[in-house]
């Protein structure tokens, strides 16, 4: 496979929809909170993206991500230009594999977060502006699973629109407009 380390526009970037028929769909979802995290930590830390580039694949004239898709959603949010991508060519079946597999690798979790080591030793950091779930350095208590909560009771009611869009770019355009209402809203790709 050939591969190729480009400087992204960030117009000709779009999140895998499926687009490509052996590359199913990116099967990672995020909520608006998400993506304020991952803008906070990309400003926070530009260089962040050259050590890290996302990865794409040529579509239809456009650059298809592929591992990525919440970095590049943030730095759209940003309204950055341009960012570190790598460009790959597939050349046969085998090629196309690994894409599949970069893909989940990418976003796949692997180990667990000792909190006795995060609580002690980096608790002077904002761990969860970091991504680093349930942090809450002020109740690390473990709960029995017998002493767990019914969270039911704690259900309140929320009113919700699920509004379905033509292109990525309608999404975008919508999405603006209602965050400049001052209404909280999430970007899903299914």
Not at 43 to 60: G, H, S, T
Not at 132 to 141: G, I, K, R, Y
Request: net charge negative.
């Amino acid at each position: 496979m050939r591969k190729e380390r480009i400087k992204a526009k960030v117009s000709d970037l779009v999140l895998n929809e499926g687009q490509l028929g052996w590359l199913p769909t990116n099967p990672r979802q995020w909520t608006q909170s998400d993506i304020d995290k991952t803008k906070a930590s990309l400003k926070n830390d530009e260089d962040f993206m050259e050590d890290r580039p996302i990865m794409v694949l040529q579509c239809e004239g456009k650059l298809l991500v592929f591992a990525g898709n919440l970095r590049t959603t943030a730095a759209k949010a940003l309204k950055w230009q341009e960012i570190d991508a790598v460009l790959y060519i597939p050349e046969n079946d085998e090629d196309k594999e690994t894409i599949k597999r970069r893909s989940i690798l990418d976003n796949g979790s692997f180990g667990s977060w000792d909190y006795d080591m995060l609580a002690n030793e980096w608790d002077d950091l904002p761990l969860s502006d970091w991504g680093v779930p349930a942090w809450d350095t002020e109740n690390l208590e473990e709960t029995k699973p017998s002493e767990k909560k019914d969270l039911s009771d704690d259900i309140e009611s929320s009113f919700r629109i699920e509004i379905q869009c033509a292109s990525e770019g309608e999404q975008e355009m919508l999405y603006t407009e209602l965050i400049g209402r001052g209404l909280e809203c999430r970007i899903l790709t299914l």
